[in-house]
C-alpha cells in the first residue's frame, strides 16, 4: 500500500508549463512531468480540442491545492522540422484570405461580412478562417464553406469573432496615441459598464469613452476601484460640510486629490479629507443620543443611553414622595422635566375612574329616597295642594315614578282636589 501511494505521489506533477498558442493569448496549463529539463522558451507540440498545436512555454506555475485531478501531458518537444513547417503555412495565410474574400464577393452574398484573418495550424492539416458581421445580421456559412472546401485540401473552420478581437487583430493606435491595449497586453476583455465612466468623471460623449473598436473602452477599468475607493471616504456633491473656511456645500469630488470642491457663501475652497466636518452626520447622531433607547422601549434602560418616559416619570414620583430636594445639573432638569405633565395627566385619569365608579355605586340609593320623597309629596299634596316642593331631588324622583307606573298621581291629586 505505501509503495502504491509513492508511485502515486510521483505521477503528480509538482509544476504546470504555462503555454501559450498565440502572440497576445490566454495560457493554459499542461503537464511537463515527462519532459523535466524543459526550458522558457521553448516550443512544445500539444493536443487541444482542435487537434495538434504548437506553442511556447512561457511560465512555470506551481499545483494548486484546489486543481483538477488531471491535467493534459505534453506531446513533445517541437523540432527544428516543426518550426520549419509551423513558418511554411505562416507565409501562405495572406494567400488563402486574399481566395476567400475573392470567392466571396463573387458569390455576391456575404456583403455584410468582413473576413479578418486566416490561420493554419503548424502542420497545416486545420485552417481557421475569423470573420465578423457588421451589425447583428447572422451568417449561413454552410454554402461558402461547401465552395471554400474545393480549394483548400486542410481542414476547414469558420469562426465569427466580435468586434474587440477584430480590434486586436488588426492592432494600430489607440485615442492615447499609444499602441492599442488589446494588441499589445490584453489577454481576455474584461466587462466595462458606462458606470465606470460616470465614477471617473469621465464626460459621457461617445466619441470620448468608446475606442476604435466601437466598444467602451477598455482603459475605463484600470482606476475604477481606486475611484471607488476613494469617493467611499469623501462626501457626495450638495452635501452640508464644515470646514475651515465655514459651513458650506459641496459642488464637485476630486477622488484623485482626496479632496472636494466646496462653495462657502460666494467663494469657492479646495478642502482636504482631513479638513472635512460631517456636520449632517453629527447632527443626526446628536438627534438619536437625545431620543430614548429603542431597545428597552420606555422601561428602565441599562445599555447606557438615555432612559425611557415611563423610567424618567418613575424616578420624579419617588423624589416628590419622599420629600428630598436634589441638586440636579441642567441636562438631568431637561430629562426630568416632562415627568410632571405626564404625572398630573395619570392623576385626572384616576380621579375620573373613581368619580365614576362612586356614581355607579350610588345610583341604587338615590333612586330609593327619590320613590320616598315622592311618595311623601304625594300624601302631602292630598292634605295642602298649595305646600311648597321639598327638593329639587324630589321632583325628579316623581317625574321618574309618572313615566314608570303610566302617570298615577295625577288621578290621585284629582280626587284630593275633589
Excluded at 493534459?72 to 501562405?92: F, G, I
Excluded at 469630488?253 to 460666494?266: E, F
Excluded at 395619570?346 to 320623597?373: F, I
Excluded at 302631602?380 to 325628579?396: H, L, M, T
Aim: contains cysteine; positive net charge.
Amino acid at each position: 500500500m505505501t509503495d502504491m501511494l509513492t508511485e502515486t505521489e510521483r505521477t503528480l506533477p509538482k509544476t504546470l508549463a504555462g503555454v501559450r498558442f498565440h502572440k497576445i493569448g490566454k495560457v493554459y496549463h499542461f503537464d511537463h512531468t515527462p519532459f523535466p529539463d524543459l526550458q522558457l522558451h521553448d516550443w512544445v507540440i500539444v493536443e487541444t480540442a482542435r487537434g495538434r498545436q504548437m506553442g511556447e512555454v512561457v511560465a512555470f506555475a506551481p499545483l494548486a491545492e484546489n486543481a483538477p485531478a488531471a491535467y493534459r501531458t505534453l506531446l513533445r518537444v517541437a523540432t527544428p522540422r516543426d518550426l520549419l513547417l509551423r513558418q511554411y503555412w505562416q507565409n501562405r495565410e495572406p494567400e488563402a484570405l486574399e481566395l476567400v474574400r475573392r470567392r466571396a464577393s463573387e458569390m455576391r452574398q456575404y456583403s455584410h461580412v468582413r473576413f479578418i484573418a486566416a490561420m493554419y495550424s503548424y502542420d497545416g492539416a486545420l485552417l481557421t478562417i475569423l470573420y465578423s458581421t457588421i451589425g447583428d445580421d447572422r451568417l449561413n456559412p454552410n454554402r461558402l464553406w461547401h465552395e471554400l472546401s474545393r480549394h483548400f485540401s486542410a481542414q476547414l473552420e469558420l469562426r465569427q469573432i466580435g468586434p474587440r478581437d477584430v480590434a486586436k487583430l488588426l492592432g494600430g493606435f489607440g485615442a492615447c496615441g499609444e499602441l492599442r491595449c488589446c494588441s499589445t497586453f490584453l489577454t481576455d476583455f474584461s466587462p466595462v459598464s458606462i458606470k465606470m465612466a460616470k465614477m471617473q468623471g469621465i464626460s459621457l460623449n461617445p466619441t470620448e469613452i468608446t475606442g476604435m473598436c466601437g466598444r467602451l473602452r477598455c482603459c475605463l477599468v484600470y482606476e475604477y476601484e481606486q475611484y471607488v475607493q476613494a469617493r467611499q471616504h469623501l462626501p457626495k456633491k450638495n452635501k452640508r460640510i464644515g470646514t475651515p473656511h465655514g459651513e458650506g456645500r459641496v459642488i464637485d469630488v476630486m477622488p484623485l486629490q482626496d479632496a472636494v470642491l466646496v462653495m462657502v457663501g460666494n467663494d469657492y475652497h479646495t478642502v482636504k479629507r482631513e479638513e472635512i466636518i460631517p456636520l449632517e452626520e453629527l447632527e443626526a447622531l446628536a438627534k438619536k443620543a437625545s431620543q430614548p433607547c429603542t431597545k428597552h422601549g420606555d422601561g428602565p434602560c441599562e445599555c447606557g443611553a438615555k432612559p425611557g418616559k415611563s423610567a424618567v416619570a418613575e424616578v420624579a414620583s419617588a423624589v416628590e414622595a419622599s420629600g428630598i430636594e436634589l441638586a440636579l445639573d441642567a441636562d438631568e432638569v431637561s430629562a426630568l422635566a416632562p415627568a410632571a405633565p405626564e404625572k398630573r395627566r395619570r392623576r385626572r385619569g384616576r380621579d375620573k375612574r373613581r368619580r365614576g365608579t362612586s356614581a355607579g355605586s350610588t345610583a341604587p340609593a338615590m333612586n330609593a329616597a327619590a320613590g320616598e320623597a315622592s311618595e311623601a309629596q304625594m300624601t302631602s299634596a292630598q292634605g295642602d295642594n298649595n305646600a311648597p316642593r321639598k327638593s329639587r331631588r324630589s321632583k325628579r324622583g316623581r317625574s321618574k315614578n309618572r313615566g314608570q307606573s303610566g302617570n298615577p298621581v295625577s288621578g290621585e291629586m284629582k280626587a284630593g282636589n275633589e
